[in-house]
């Protein structure tokens, strides 16, 4: 056993003698660029919207654009209250997650505790091929099937609305929260799935009140990072959801919201160097402070609840 272990250390000896060891001196370099290529990407980022957003605000006040709840800078006396376009984001974003989160932990909770093998294989990748689908495909679906399928239902909804976009981008999301809870889920020991059966818990109780509990840290990280890319949903509202900013609460109406309004003045006239223009970075700040929380509130929800067994 000794002079094989011998022979094994002579061969690796051997095999490291024949390498000059250069590629592991240029693999760190390499990767090391990528790395910092991807911080100065992010820096470039910020610091390009901050600067475009800092001239907006040089020329309209933060109080206007913070305190009030009109949006109309196309108008002769512009009006620029951002509170319409995050309420529009805001209502797009509550419907889509009473949507998704029920949804989505339900499918992950079946995968993790009730389906087969082979149920689990068939499931899993569909919902993933769900995700992958082009968001103007699903603009295009809520434009022409969910909303006339709503307004049949509901005749007074309008052609426009918050409904049918919340619906459809909550249907998006459903593979994040589902894909994330899942692995939340499967990660749980067995022994404690076990333990609790042995104590005469039924399936359902096991999976509702210890697989549930245990896995809260993973899920709410996932609902939270679901949300926030409801928040950022570009396509699906721009089509569906109008481009009529409103601060109302109603439900049946055009509005718009941070990201249609950047899609439409983007892709329209606006003159560059004019308020207009500079609004766009203004409302592309917000959202990604918007974004930036929910990110860090999902890795602190991690942090905070995480179980370790």
Same mark, same amino acid.
């Given at each position: ?21 250069t590629s592991d001196k240029?693999? %760190? +370099? ?10 100065? &990407?992010? +820096?470039?980022? =910020? ?6 957003? +800092?001239?907006? *605000?040089?020329?309209? #006040? ?10 109309? %800078?196309?108008s002769s006396t512009p009006?620029?209250? =951002? ?18 989160? %029920? ?25 993933? =091929?769900?995700? $992958?689908?082009?968001?103007?495909? *699903? ?8 909303? @006339?399928?709503?307004?049949?239902? *509901? ?9 049918? @976009? ?8 459903? @593979?994040?929260? #589902? ?6 889920m499967s990660s749980v %020991? ?10 005469? &818990? ?12 245990? &896995? ?5 990280? #996932? ?17 569906? &959801?109008?481009?009529? @900013? ?25 003159? *560059? ?10 409302? $592309?700040?917000?959202?990604? +402070? ?20």
């Amino acid at each position: 056993m000794a002079n094989n272990n011998l022979s094994v250390s002579e061969m690796i000896a051997k095999n490291n003698a024949k390498k000059n060891g250069t590629s592991d001196k240029i693999a %760190p +370099i390499i990767l090391g660029i990528i790395a910092v290529f991807s911080i100065l &990407a992010t +820096i470039g980022i =910020i610091v390009t919207l901050l600067t475009e957003t +800092i001239t907006f *605000f040089t020329r309209v #006040s933060l109080a206007d654009f913070f305190l009030t709840m009109e949006w109309n %800078p196309f108008s002769s006396t512009p009006k620029y209250g =951002i509170w319409a376009l995050i309420l529009g984001t805001l209502k797009i974003t509550a419907i889509a997650t009473v949507v998704a989160v %029920p949804l989505g932990l339900g499918a992950a909770l079946y995968l993790s505790e009730y389906a087969s093998h082979r149920a689990r294989s068939i499931i899993k990748p569909i919902l993933e =091929i769900l995700s $992958g689908i082009p968001t103007i495909v *699903f603009g295009f679906f809520a434009l022409t099937f969910v909303t @006339p399928l709503l307004r049949s239902i *509901f005749p007074e909804l309008g052609s426009f609305n918050s409904i049918s @976009p919340g619906l459809v981008v909550g249907v998006m999301i459903i @593979p994040l929260i #589902s894909s994330m809870s899942e692995d939340a889920m499967s990660s749980v %020991p067995n022994k404690m799935r076990e333990g609790a059966l042995g104590l005469g &818990a039924t399936k359902f109780e096991v999976a509702t009140k210890v697989v549930l509990p245990a &896995a809260t840290s993973g899920i709410m990280a #996932s609902i939270v990072l679901a949300i926030s890319r409801a928040i950022g949903e570009t396509m699906i509202v721009s089509l569906a &959801a109008g481009s009529t @900013p409103t601060a109302s609460l109603d439900l049946t109406g055009s509005i718009q919201t941070m990201t249609g309004y950047i899609v439409q003045v983007a892709t329209g006239d606006a003159t *560059f160097g004019s308020d207009i223009y500079y609004s766009i970075y203004a409302v $592309g700040f917000t959202l990604f +402070i918007f974004t930036l929380i929910m990110n860090l509130l999902s890795h602190w929800i991690t942090k905070r609840f995480r179980e370790e067994y």
